[in-house]
């Protein structure tokens, strides 16, 4: 009895510290969202302990993780990703990264939602080396939004 005691209490705080340390990594799973002065709702991203904005989005209705990258001209998805959302070829292309140049298929995406904020008919790149399960927020959404950065917080409005 007392050995699962203790075990039960290492699940409960492994658990406990599992999301805690996830909240962290991604501050903004439930995303802010405030009224601005002109009647439209802003999502407000907390930067998180690496100095990224890290968000919650939908992709086609299904739930990926979004990386805020004003520097990606496309929304960008790895192949795990794209394979997940079900999506299939593309035109072939080539861009230019951080990591050089890489192969990429271009692709449109139905719909993009941060928040409130959707856009539908978004370019977006299938980078195939891209590793994880991230999305990188490039500027085929981001584009007709205004970001303005106060201290820790990015807010993104229409």
Same mark, same amino acid.
């Given at each position: 009895?007392?050995?699962?005691?203790?075990?039960?209490?290492?699940?409960?705080?492994?658990?406990?510290?599992?999301?805690?340390?996830?909240?962290?990594?991604?501050?903004?799973?439930?995303?802010?969202?405030?009224?601005?002065?002109?009647?439209?709702?802003?999502?407000?991203?907390?930067?998180?302990?690496?100095?990224?904005?890290?968000?919650?989005?939908?992709?086609?209705?299904?739930?990926?993780?979004?990386?805020?990258?004003?520097?990606?001209?496309?929304?960008?998805?790895?192949?795990?990703?794209?394979?997940?959302?079900?999506?299939?070829? /593309?035109?072939?292309? =080539?861009?230019?990264? *951080? +990591?050089? @140049? !890489?192969?990429?298929?271009?692709? &449109?995406?139905?719909?993009?939602?941060? /928040?409130?904020?959707? =856009?539908?008919?978004? *370019? +977006?790149? @299938? !980078?195939?080396?891209?590793?994880? &399960?991230?999305?990188?927020?490039?500027?085929?959404?981001?584009?007709?939004?205004?970001?303005?950065?106060?201290?820790?917080?990015?807010?993104?409005?229409?």
């Amino acid at each position: 009895m007392f050995a699962l005691f203790w075990v039960t209490v290492l699940v409960m705080l492994t658990l406990y510290f599992s999301g805690f340390l996830d909240r962290q990594r991604n501050p903004n799973q439930d995303l802010s969202l405030v009224v601005g002065a002109n009647g439209e709702r802003e999502v407000l991203l907390q930067r998180n302990r690496q100095g990224h904005y890290l968000a919650t989005g939908l992709i086609n209705g299904q739930e990926v993780e979004f990386l805020v990258d004003t520097g990606a001209t496309y929304v960008a998805l790895s192949a795990a990703v794209a394979n997940r959302l079900g999506l299939e070829g /593309g035109i072939p292309a =080539r861009s230019h990264t *951080a +990591a050089g @140049i !890489v192969r990429t298929w271009l692709v &449109e995406l139905d719909s993009v939602q941060l /928040g409130p904020i959707r =856009r539908t008919g978004v *370019a +977006a790149s @299938i !980078v195939p080396d891209m590793p994880g &399960e991230g999305v990188l927020l490039g500027m085929s959404f981001l584009r007709d939004l205004e970001l303005s950065q106060r201290g820790d917080t990015l807010i993104i409005r229409p």
